[in-house]
């Protein structure tokens, strides 16, 4: 079976090369035949609307084409991501245009003049400057919307975001309208945690970590935008049923050398620090970045379990402390050969110290809630990750306008280390003298990805377009857990066979993709497909087991716009997604961290697949962004922890497919300028879910309404001085086994402008009232438990930045080549 689907996957390469190679005849006249001779003479307009001071495009810019003899208004359009706009279906006539876009003055081009031999009307790339308002001796800089709205995807702008000066892009994250941080730092999308996180349009395994891990290591500073893209479209991985959050960051690409230096401290011991230089010269532009974190956290958790079997209870309170030390680094270059060819490379290493102390203290009592037994534990955890990526990418560039075609590669590899050293003490006077348990585990882990990925983009000719491209995905990880025991009697440490294992988990993927774009009136439409082949095998050395599984697959996506006016659209949307089991979630070995807590992963697990459908309605005014909503998630086959408990008190958790699950809603984003120095932005989300057992289980069923609210208060005071006021809530979320209650913080920060505007000093408040933490309630045939974690959470940050010769934000052409994430979440046993 497996040679075919590799015949397919070269097939879909050769079928990309002879589609470029048969649409790059003469597209010239492949336009003429597209048109008929007879048909009436209908002129365009077009051009690019540029930031003059950044040199960044201006998306999502209001462009209204009027007549000079009367101002009748005759069509509009909606500048792209990448600035360009394109009014067509025009007369032959004399128009001026108006531009208008937030925050910027109001550009008028005059004398535009379409004839019967002259149709189109270039305007070139306009640069308009940001609008400035004097408030007493001091200019007060504009600045972009925080949100703006595109086919597929909603932006929002967050490098004015200050209630995340000196934290991490894990900071960043808690400001985003829809999306969620709980306390282990498992980002979730609409109340779901199956979400996939890119940097730069790749994926965040950031030389191999989690999503979440590497955005604990990425400064908040070096971020320019996050882009949320709930029904991504076929040229995306599949992955991640709840959609995909994309991290932009800072760079430039501007002649000369230009830089950023960033330094943050706070109270709680976090430090953090980000070096970004550039240096363009000729068709060569050199760059390298520095990221560093030393980061501390402390906090406390409690848990109440109740055994419903024999009515005994377990008590148990814990605090721990937690050090990390990471720091990554990057170097690269892009060539441009010549017009048509650029080449980029990149070599990034990322190095990640852990220290984690953590002391339980557990009491078990009777049905009259007396102390019937006790002890404490304490364990000793060190970690250290260590990896390599190198990237490299070719882009070819046609001379017909918005035809290129791209491959990448990447190689990734990585190595991980890990003690635990564990001591458990029990209490003599309960229940007659025991020895203190003591335990060694350690853990050697690997792994390695390998991915090369080609698109293809051809304009046919208007507004239309064809997207082709094909992946092939490689990866494979090796996890060798050893767990020993200090034998009292010998004195000497013994392997514990039965909870030592050895397990390997290899993946391959082949892909490939369809896309066509058009634009039909007042709609733009965009449908596409892709078909993939995953080959897995998971091996249990230990237990001398194989589990192997291959699928395939399809996933349709289909995104349509309507435009009513210039600043008035809808958007409707639907895709397919996936979400993969891997790491800890497929291997069956025990995971042993506490006697009275025992985990397992599920071999026979199968992937979950998501249908999403979304409908949204855009309006912008001068003032006012309004952004409505609603969605409906169909989950088939849903990946779920479960649990369950012996008559002993030992609980086991497992990871089964639900047969069903269902989210639906709605979302209000909204932006309003009060005034020329207050601006606010809100969200508000509603929605219903509901999740289903399957199987011997399918009396387990769980339903709730949530709701979720986010303002942020903005800011813009004379002489360089701004601030940000920000609260949050979020209610209640069902979970198959009962709920996370609500959470609710609020923030401050504020920030001001020095050394002629080249540098600025910022400083913040985190959780004002101290009010951020994590309360669970679980149940089960036979328990019933509740818990709250909470850590050091209200600190002070300071922070300084600088900009090395007018360092503008502009980033490089976004592929978006995707590979799968790399995490070692398997490694946390």
Same mark, same amino acid.
Request: without cysteine; glycine residues 8%; negative net charge.
């Given at each position: 079976?497996?040679?075919?689907?590799?015949?397919?996957?070269?097939?879909?390469?050769?079928?990309?090369?002879?589609?470029?190679?048969?649409?790059?005849?003469?597209?010239?006249?492949?336009?003429?035949?597209?048109?008929?001779?007879?048909?009436?003479?209908?002129?365009?307009?077009?051009?690019?609307?540029?930031?003059?001071?950044?040199?960044?495009?201006?998306?999502?810019?209001?462009?209204?084409?009027?007549?000079?003899?009367?101002?009748?208004?005759?069509?509009?359009?909606?500048?792209?991501?990448?600035?360009?706009?394109?009014?067509?279906?025009?007369?032959?006539?004399?128009?001026?245009?108006?531009?208008?876009?937030?925050?910027?003055?109001?550009?008028?081009?005059?004398?535009?003049?379409?004839?019967?031999?002259?149709?189109?009307?270039?305007?070139?790339?306009?640069?308009?400057?940001?609008?400035?308002?004097?408030?007493?001796?001091?200019?007060?800089?504009?600045?972009?919307?925080?949100?703006?709205?595109?086919?597929?995807?909603?932006?929002?702008?967050?490098?004015?975001?200050?209630?995340?000066?000196?934290?991490?892009?894990?900071?960043?994250?808690?400001?985003?309208?829809?999306?969620?941080?709980?306390?282990?730092?498992?980002?979730?999308?609409?109340?779901?945690?199956?979400?996939?996180?890119?940097?730069?349009?790749?994926?965040?395994?950031?030389?191999?970590?989690?999503?979440?891990?590497?955005?604990?290591?990425?400064?908040?500073?070096?971020?320019?935008?996050?882009?949320?893209?709930?029904?991504?479209?076929?040229?995306?991985?599949?992955?991640?049923?709840?959609?995909?959050?994309?991290?932009?960051?800072?760079?430039?690409?501007?002649?000369?050398?230009?830089?950023?230096? #960033?330094?943050?401290?706070?109270?709680?011991?976090?430090?953090?620090?980000?070096?970004?230089?550039?240096?363009?010269?000729?068709?060569?532009?050199?760059?390298?970045?520095?990221?560093?974190?030393?980061?501390?956290?402390?906090?406390?958790?409690?848990?109440? =379990?109740?055994?419903?079997?024999?009515?005994?209870?377990?008590?148990?309170? #814990?605090?721990?402390?937690?050090?990390?030390?990471?720091?990554?680094?990057?170097?690269?270059?892009?060539?441009?050969?010549?017009?048509?060819?650029?080449?980029?490379?990149?070599?990034?290493?990322?190095?990640?110290?852990?220290?984690?102390?953590?002391?339980?203290?557990?009491?078990?009592?009777?049905?009259?809630?007396?102390?019937?037994?006790?002890?404490?534990?304490?364990?000793?955890?060190?970690?250290?990750?260590?990896?390599?990526?190198?990237?490299?990418?070719?882009?070819?560039?046609?001379?017909?306008?918005?035809?290129?075609?791209?491959?990448?590669?990447?190689?990734?590899?990585?190595?991980?280390?890990?003690?635990?050293?564990?001591?458990?003490?029990?209490?003599?006077?309960?229940?007659?003298?025991?020895?203190?348990?003591?335990?060694?585990?350690?853990?050697?882990?690997?792994?390695?990805?390998?991915?090369?990925?080609?698109?293809?983009?051809?304009?046919?000719?208007?507004?239309?377009?064809?997207?082709?491209?094909?992946?092939?995905?490689?990866?494979?990880?090796?996890?060798?857990?050893?767990?020993?025991?200090?034998?009292?009697?010998?004195?000497?440490?013994?392997?514990?066979?039965?909870?030592?294992?050895?397990?390997?988990?290899?993946?391959?993927?082949?892909?490939?993709?369809?896309?066509?774009?058009?634009?039909?009136?007042?709609?733009?439409?965009?449908?596409?497909?892709?078909?993939?082949?995953?080959?897995?095998?998971?091996?249990?050395?230990?237990?001398?087991?194989?589990?192997?599984?291959?699928?395939?697959?399809?996933?349709?996506?289909?995104?349509?716009?309507?435009?009513?006016?210039?600043?008035?659209?809808?958007?409707?949307?639907?895709?397919?997604?996936?979400?993969?089991?891997?790491?800890?979630?497929?291997?069956?070995?025990?995971?042993?961290?506490?006697?009275?807590?025992?985990?397992?992963?599920?071999?026979?697990?199968?992937?979950?697949?998501?249908?999403?459908?979304?409908?949204?309605?855009?309006?912008?005014?001068?003032?006012?962004?309004?952004?409505?909503?609603?969605?409906?998630?169909?989950?088939?086959?849903?990946?779920? =922890?479960?649990?369950?408990?012996?008559?002993?008190?030992?609980?086991?958790?497992?990871?089964?497919?639900?047969?069903?699950?269902?989210?639906?809603?709605?979302?209000?984003?909204?932006?309003?300028?009060?005034?020329?120095?207050? =601006?606010?932005?809100?969200?508000?989300?509603?929605?219903?879910?509901?999740?289903?057992?399957?199987?011997?289980?399918?009396?387990?069923?769980?339903?709730?309404?949530?709701?979720?609210?986010?303002?942020?208060?903005?800011?813009?005071?004379?002489?360089?001085?701004?601030?940000?006021?920000?609260?949050?809530?979020?209610?209640?979320?069902?979970?198959?086994?009962?709920?996370?209650?609500?959470?609710?913080?609020?923030?401050?920060?504020?920030?001001?402008?020095?050394?002629?505007?080249?540098?600025?000093?910022?400083?913040?408040?985190?959780?004002?009232?101290?009010?951020?933490?994590?309360?669970?309630?679980?149940?089960?045939?036979?328990?019933?438990?509740?818990?709250?974690?909470?850590?050091?959470?209200?600190?002070?940050?300071?922070?300084?930045?600088?900009?090395?010769?007018?360092?503008?934000?502009?980033?490089?052409?976004?592929?978006?080549?995707?590979?799968?994430?790399?995490?070692?979440?398997?490694?946390?046993?």
């Amino acid at each position: 079976m497996m040679p075919m689907y590799r015949q397919l996957f070269f097939g879909a390469i050769a079928l990309l090369a002879m589609a470029t190679l048969s649409l790059a005849e003469n597209p010239e006249q492949r336009g003429q035949r597209g048109s008929g001779e007879s048909a009436p003479p209908q002129g365009e307009v077009r051009g690019v609307l540029m930031d003059e001071e950044s040199q960044t495009p201006l998306m999502y810019a209001s462009v209204v084409l009027f007549t000079v003899e009367d101002s009748t208004m005759v069509a509009g359009s909606i500048s792209k991501e990448d600035g360009s706009f394109l009014i067509d279906n025009i007369t032959p006539g004399t128009y001026y245009v108006a531009i208008n876009y937030v925050g910027y003055p109001e550009q008028l081009m005059n004398d535009i003049q379409i004839s019967r031999r002259e149709l189109e009307a270039d305007l070139g790339t306009i640069k308009i400057s940001p609008d400035a308002a004097t408030l007493s001796e001091v200019t007060v800089e504009a600045t972009r919307e925080l949100m703006e709205v595109g086919l597929d995807r909603r932006v929002f702008n967050v490098e004015q975001e200050l209630t995340s000066v000196g934290g991490s892009a894990l900071d960043l994250m808690q400001n985003i309208p829809s999306v969620a941080v709980d306390f282990d730092g498992n980002v979730s999308l609409r109340g779901s945690d199956n979400v996939t996180i890119l940097i730069d349009g790749r994926p965040s395994g950031l030389l191999g970590l989690t999503g979440s891990e590497a955005l604990e290591q990425l400064p908040s500073e070096m971020v320019e935008r996050v882009e949320v893209i709930t029904n991504p479209s076929a040229r995306y991985d599949p992955d991640g049923t709840s959609g995909i959050i994309n991290i932009v960051m800072k760079e430039q690409v501007e002649r000369g050398y230009n830089g950023m230096v #960033s330094i943050n401290a706070s109270t709680g011991q976090r430090y953090s620090g980000s070096v970004n230089l550039n240096y363009h010269v000729g068709s060569v532009n050199f760059f390298a970045n520095y990221s560093g974190r030393m980061f501390n956290s402390d906090g406390y958790g409690s848990s109440f =379990r109740t055994n419903l079997v024999n009515d005994t209870y377990l008590d148990q309170e #814990s605090d721990f402390d937690f050090d990390m030390d990471a720091h990554n680094f990057t170097v690269g270059l892009d060539y441009h050969m010549n017009d048509r060819h650029r080449l980029t490379t990149s070599f990034g290493y990322n190095t990640r110290d852990m220290d984690r102390f953590n002391y339980t203290d557990y009491q078990m009592l009777d049905s009259q809630h007396d102390l019937d037994d006790a002890f404490f534990r304490e364990t000793l955890n060190y970690m250290d990750h260590g990896g390599y990526q190198v990237n490299l990418s070719h882009e070819l560039m046609f001379d017909q306008e918005y035809r290129e075609w791209t491959t990448d590669f990447t190689f990734s590899s990585r190595g991980m280390d890990r003690i635990q050293e564990n001591e458990q003490v029990f209490n003599d006077q309960l229940a007659g003298q025991r020895p203190d348990l003591f335990e060694n585990t350690f853990t050697d882990g690997s792994m390695q990805m390998f991915r090369i990925q080609t698109d293809y983009t051809h304009p046919l000719g208007g507004e239309s377009k064809l997207e082709l491209g094909a992946q092939a995905f490689f990866r494979e990880r090796d996890h060798d857990f050893a767990f020993y025991d200090y034998d009292h009697d010998i004195d000497d440490w013994v392997n514990n066979e039965g909870l030592s294992n050895h397990y390997i988990h290899s993946e391959q993927r082949y892909a490939a993709y369809t896309m066509y774009s058009t634009v039909l009136g007042n709609y733009s439409i965009q449908g596409g497909l892709r078909m993939e082949y995953a080959d897995i095998l998971v091996e249990q050395q230990t237990m001398e087991e194989d589990y192997p599984n291959d699928y395939f697959s399809l996933f349709p996506s289909l995104h349509i716009r309507r435009s009513f006016t210039p600043t008035q659209s809808a958007q409707l949307s639907y895709s397919r997604r996936i979400n993969r089991p891997r790491g800890r979630q497929l291997n069956p070995f025990p995971s042993y961290n506490d006697p009275y807590d025992i985990s397992s992963g599920n071999p026979l697990l199968n992937p979950e697949y998501t249908n999403s459908l979304e409908l949204g309605y855009t309006r912008f005014s001068e003032r006012l962004t309004l952004n409505p909503s609603v969605f409906y998630r169909h989950t088939e086959g849903m990946i779920t =922890r479960f649990r369950t408990m012996d008559d002993d008190g030992i609980a086991y958790t497992t990871f089964e497919n639900l047969n069903r699950g269902i989210s639906l809603g709605s979302e209000l984003a909204l932006t309003y300028r009060l005034s020329d120095w207050w =601006r606010i932005n809100g969200t508000v989300s509603y929605f219903y879910r509901q999740v289903e057992g399957g199987g011997d289980r399918m009396e387990l069923q769980n339903e709730s309404y949530s709701w979720s609210t986010r303002m942020v208060n903005n800011f813009t005071f004379p002489r360089g001085w701004s601030a940000q006021l920000t609260g949050n809530y979020r209610s209640p979320l069902v979970m198959i086994q009962g709920e996370m209650k609500e959470m609710y913080s609020a923030d401050f920060a504020v920030r001001k402008n020095v050394l002629n505007n080249n540098a600025s000093i910022s400083l913040r408040l985190s959780d004002i009232f101290d009010t951020r933490r994590f309360r669970m309630y679980n149940y089960g045939d036979n328990f019933t438990l509740d818990s709250e974690r909470r850590r050091n959470s209200r600190m002070v940050f300071i922070g300084f930045t600088y900009r090395i010769n007018e360092y503008e934000r502009d980033r490089r052409r976004e592929r978006d080549a995707m590979d799968d994430d790399m995490d070692f979440d398997e490694f946390d046993m």
